[in-house]
Every structure is written in C-alpha cells, then in structure tokens.
T-cell receptor
C-alpha cells in the first residue's frame, strides 16, 4: 500500500461530460503529481502541485484542470470529454521537490472510460 | 518527442536466469534515472535509481547500469523470480523538472 488514495477506481461517462478525479497523498507529502496512461503509452505527466501551488505543467489539455487544497488533497477536473480521454489517470505524491531524493509514490489509478 | 524509450514491449525469461531490461534516452541533461515496477491494477512502485555521475547502482537482486556516452541504461535482475513478472518503467529527470517515463516493458518470468 503506497498510502496514496485515488477515487473513484472506475468511471464510465459519455462524451461531452465532465468528471472529477480525487487524490489523497501520503501523509506528510507536499507534492502531488497527475499522470495519464493511455493504451500502450507510457505515463504522460500532466501537472504537479507543491503545497497548494502549481509547480509544473506537462502535456495537459486546456479542457483539463487541477488544484490542490489546503489539506493537500488534489482534484483533476476533465471537461468536454472525448473518446480519446479514455485512460488510466494516476496520482502520485512525494515529500519534496527533488524526485531523486523522495521518489514518487503512486496511487492505484482511476480508469476513465468515455463512451 | 519521446525522450525516454523502451524499445522492447515485452520480455520472457526463465526463472533463475538473468533479466535485462533496456532503456535509451535522448536528453543529455537528465541527471537521475529511475526504474519503477507496476503490477496489474496497481500504481507503479519505485524500484531503484542511479545518478548520472555513477555507472552502476546495486540493491539486492537489482542492478542498474548507466552508459552516458551511449545514453543507455539497463536494469538487471538476478536471479529472476516469478514475483518479478510485471511492467517495468524507466524514468529520467533533470533537476527538479518533471519525471519523464518510457512506455514500459512487460517482463514475464517463466517457472
């Protein structure tokens, strides 16, 4: 158990809809990362928050947004969903910013299916 | 632009033998490399890392080798065990920038 909790585990929704994925980091971890894994793809970095502030942005679409709340949990909002957004979405947390000193701990992911 | 590449989608190895997973990268600025292991229905878990100033790091049955001139790293698992069957992701980072992952190699250990 990594200590990172993601809900829901599965989500099925229709095109054009909006969903919210939730992540609770490991106790004490200040950094939260969101990754997307599509079929046969590696983990694509979306966005990182550190102690409530956006720290880094990857290939995140404008239809997607995220935030980290004062209690450090994070939410990833996906809107105007398209079939191609179907993927596994992982949240990860780490204690600090230096990944080599505090490796990422991943949740079990949310599988999103857009029909 | 895939900066971290794992060209073998899958690998099968007999139990007890050595498993060698390979990874190539294009960005010479990467200064740390990591390997993650992923079981089905679980998130990736950190396995081992290596700094770009080293060429080898060992942790039990797992050894990572780095060849900077070839921009290549490999993960050796000796001896391979059935529990090692998983998807292995190579990842790299520069400074405090984002962790860049490869596409993964599915390792199957044959009893």
């Amino acid at each position: 158990d990594s200590g990172v909790t993601q809900t829901p585990k599965h989500l099925i929704t229709a095109t054009g809809q909006r969903v919210t994925l939730r992540c609770s980091p490991r106790s004490g971890d200040l950094s939260v990362y969101w990754y997307q894994q599509s079929l046969d793809q590696g983990l694509q970095f979306l966005i990182q928050y550190y102690n409530g502030e956006e720290r880094a942005k990857g290939n995140i679409l404008e239809r997607f947004s995220a935030q980290q709340f004062p209690d450090l949990h994070s939410e990833l909002n996906l809107s105007s969903l398209e079939l191609g957004d179907s993927a596994l979405y992982f949240c990860a947390s780490s204690a600090g910013l230096a990944v080599h000193n505090s490796p990422l701990h991943f949740g079990n992911g949310t599988r999103l299916t857009v029909t | 632009d895939q900066q971290v590449k794992q060209n073998s989608p899958s690998l099968s190895v007999q139990e007890g033998r050595i498993s060698i997973l390979n990874c190539d990268y294009t960005n010479s600025m990467f200064d740390y490399f990591l390997w993650y292991k992923k079981y089905p229905a679980e998130g990736p878990t950190f396995l081992i890392s290596i700094s770009s100033i080293k060429d080898k790091n060992e942790d039990g049955r797992f050894t990572v080798f780095l060849n900077k001139s070839a921009k290549h790293l490999s993960l050796h698992i000796v001896p391979s065990q059935p529990g090692d069957s998983a998807v292995y992701f190579c990842a790299a980072i520069f400074g405090n920038e984002k962790l860049t992952f490869g596409t993964g190699t599915r390792l199957t250990i044959i009893p």
